[in-house]
């Protein structure tokens, strides 16, 4: 596993020292100082007022729960990035807690890091096979990576978990209308017919739906 910062998650080189043995460590990122070890545990180092050093060690749980707390403030305050790192560092040495990996999912998702969310909500899946926000989310991810198998997987698997989510229904039945529609585009292009205007094709797959039920569909951060 990675060093990273216990203050801000940052990444930092690995100590050089044997296992077990504890090295000081200055963070590029943040420039703060903390303890390592090859272990997992980490140890804050804190000026006190006074000039003295207050050392607090921390483990590993601690750690990742003190993160996913101030990852929660970074969110708050649009500092997306900032919050990807702490979560990111926090799944490291937290790697069973699922709303560390929902959290980081979001996160990256707010900070336009897909592959990362994507692989955040695998995680959580693989924790929990059937948590509907990350299938929702996962879904979503996919659909907009034209993935459409993928997300049609993870929205019919919902819809069988619950057959009245409503976000899950309908973004169900919007890719199965846009992928219809792709093959009939695709069946007009190869029979040399021409295809209708971009907003006649949106106009078809979206005229049905209000814009409340659009707003649902897309509010999934």
């Known amino acids: 596993m990675s060093a990273r910062c216990p203050y801000c998650g940052a990444p930092v080189e690995e100590p050089v020292v ?27 180092v804190t000026p006190s007022p006074g000039g003295a050093t207050v050392v607090q060690e921390e483990s590993a749980a601690a ?11 970074d969110l708050a305050r649009k500092n997306f990035k900032l919050a990807v790192a702490r979560l990111t560092a926090a799944a490291d040495l937290d790697p069973t807690r699922l709303d560390i990996l929902l959290a ?17 909500y695998r995680k959580a899946l693989e924790l929990a096979p059937d948590d509907e926000t990350a299938l929702l989310r996962s879904a979503m991810l996919f659909a907009q990576q034209k ?12 819809v069988t978990l619950c057959p009245d ?16 529609a792709t093959r ?38």
């Open 63 to 73: 750690t990742a729960a003190r993160l996913y707390r101030e990852a929660g403030t």
């Open 165 to 180: 989510h409503p976000q899950a229904v309908l973004l169900r039945d919007i890719l199965r209308q846009e992928r219809a």
């Open 147 to 158: 993935s459409y198998d993928e997300a049609e997987s993870r929205l019919t698997r919902l």
């Open 184 to 221: 009939k585009r695709n069946a007009d292009t190869r029979a040399g017919r021409p295809l209708p205007p971009v907003g006649v094709r949106l106009a078809g797959l979206f005229g049905r739906l209000g814009p409340a039920d659009l707003y649902g569909a897309l509010s999934w951060l």
């Open 18 to 44: 044997p296992k077990g043995e504890t090295a000081r460590q200055n963070c590029s990122a943040c420039g703060n100082q903390f303890m390592t070890t090859r272990e997992v545990t980490q140890v804050l």
């Open 104 to 120: 980081l999912g979001g996160a990256s998702s707010h900070a336009n890091m897909v592959y990362e969310a994507l692989a955040a």
